[in-house]
């Protein structure tokens, strides 16, 4: 199965859901995911979400007409996610206390 194209929103409005990107996204082809990031903590929105589409050109068109379109009052930010670098892991276990 190919791999979809994984798309990046930021500067979303916390009263923004799953479904309102899912329709904002639909206008441009089939969305294969929606995924908003929250706060581990409190559950809370933070700001921002990653959209997945399994149509390079789909996304591609997303992308370009969505960057910088307001969706409840916010101008969001839309981009291809770029890979989350490697970091060392926090509390391995060893070190101060």
């Given at each position: 199965?190919?791999?979809?194209?994984?798309?990046?929103?930021?500067?979303?409005?916390?009263?923004?859901?799953?479904?309102?990107?899912?329709?904002?996204?639909?206008?441009?082809?089939?969305?294969?995911?929606?995924?908003?990031?929250?706060?581990?903590?409190?559950?809370?929105?933070?700001?921002?979400?990653?959209?997945?589409?399994?149509?390079?050109?789909?996304?591609?068109?997303?992308?370009?007409?969505?960057?910088?379109r307001e969706i409840k009052g916010r101008s969001i930010t839309v981009?291809?996610?770029?890979?989350?670098?490697?970091?060392?892991?926090?509390?391995?276990?060893?070190?101060?206390?």
């Amino acid at each position: 199965m190919a791999q979809g194209t994984n798309i990046y929103v930021g500067n979303l409005s916390f009263e923004v859901n799953e479904a309102d990107l899912e329709q904002a996204f639909a206008e441009f082809g089939r969305v294969a995911s929606v995924s908003i990031v929250k706060d581990r903590e409190t559950g809370k929105p933070r700001g921002f979400a990653f959209v997945e589409m399994n149509d390079a050109k789909e996304a591609a068109a997303a992308i370009q007409q969505l960057n910088l379109r307001e969706i409840k009052g916010r101008s969001i930010t839309v981009n291809e996610a770029r890979p989350k670098p490697d970091r060392p892991r926090r509390g391995g276990g060893r070190g101060r206390w």
